[in-house]
T-cell receptor, first 115, second 113 residues
Framework: DTGVSQNPRHKITKRGQNVTFRCDPISEHNRLYWYRQTLGQGPEFLTYFQNEAQLEKSRLLSDRFSAERPKGSFSTLEIQRTEQGDSAMYLC?????????????FGPGTRLLVL | GQQVMQIPQYQHVQEGEDFTTYCNSSTTLSNIQWYKQRPGGHPVFLIQLVKSGEVKKQKRLTFQFGEAKKNSSLHITATQTTDVGTYFCAGHAGGTSYGKLTFGQGTILTVHP
């Protein structure tokens, strides 16, 4: 499968615990995005990388959230001291930086439940 | 900040009826993309529109981008049960936020056989 992959697919954690999610983009894609989706809503942009550089972060990304893409390939999203409000689907997408035909391809997501 | 609104939120149709969802942005978009998300799935790219007034067709689906590049629509002719899902529009504002997509809240389509 050459699509975007995400691990784990599901995560249940207790409030206050730290969690880390991983995203492996399509291999030749230089851009990687993180979105959060809650029930009944569209995905909300969190942050994106071009290669290893984090180019934009949403105000939604509080200081408890950190994302990395150290070698410009896979990315991790860490949430520290989780809160019940963090429960959501975390989606990763990747694309080639080819303006204006930049299509983002989404992974299956990691569904987080904070108890 | 940029907002993208979609209407209706829900649409229930009988199989064979047509369906349309509308998307409006608070700001001019450099392009707009449409995605479909099946229940329990992830958004799957359908199409991208770039030019003012552009119309594209994919079999029974017709996509339009408004002249002012602030609105768009998706029309499905003669719906089938396989069309069930949530349809999202998502816009690129361009400029320094070129990579960021702003999604509408989606239209949930239910098709009754």
């Amino acid at each position: 499968d050459t699509g975007v992959s995400q691990n784990p697919r599901h995560k249940i954690t207790k409030r206050g615990q730290n969690v880390t999610f991983r995203c492996d983009p399509i291999s030749e894609h230089n851009r990687l995005y993180w979105y959060r989706q809650t029930l009944g809503q569209g995905p909300e942009f969190l942050t994106y990388f071009q290669n290893e550089a984090q180019l934009e972060k949403s105000r939604l990304l509080s200081d408890r959230f950190s994302a990395e893409r150290p070698k410009g390939s896979f990315s991790t999203l860490e949430i520290q001291r989780t809160e019940q409000g963090d429960s959501a689907m975390y989606l990763c997408a990747s694309s080639l930086n080819e303006k204006p035909q930049e299509t983002q391809y989404f992974g299956p997501g990691t569904r987080l439940l904070v108890l | 900040g940029q907002q993208v609104m979609q209407i209706p939120q829900y649409q229930h149709v009988q199989e064979g009826e047509d369906f349309t969802t509308y998307c409006n942005s608070s700001t001019t978009l450099s392009n707009i993309q449409w995605y479909k998300q099946r229940p329990g799935g992830h958004p799957v790219f359908l199409i991208q529109l770039v030019k003012s007034g552009e119309v594209k067709k994919q079999k029974r689906l017709t996509f339009q981008f408004g002249e002012a590049k602030k609105n768009s629509s998706l029309h499905i002719t003669a719906t089938q049960t396989t069309d069930v899902g949530t349809y999202f529009c998502a816009g690129h504002a361009g400029g320094t936020s070129y990579g960021k997509l702003t999604f509408g809240q989606g239209t949930i389509l239910t098709v009754h056989p």
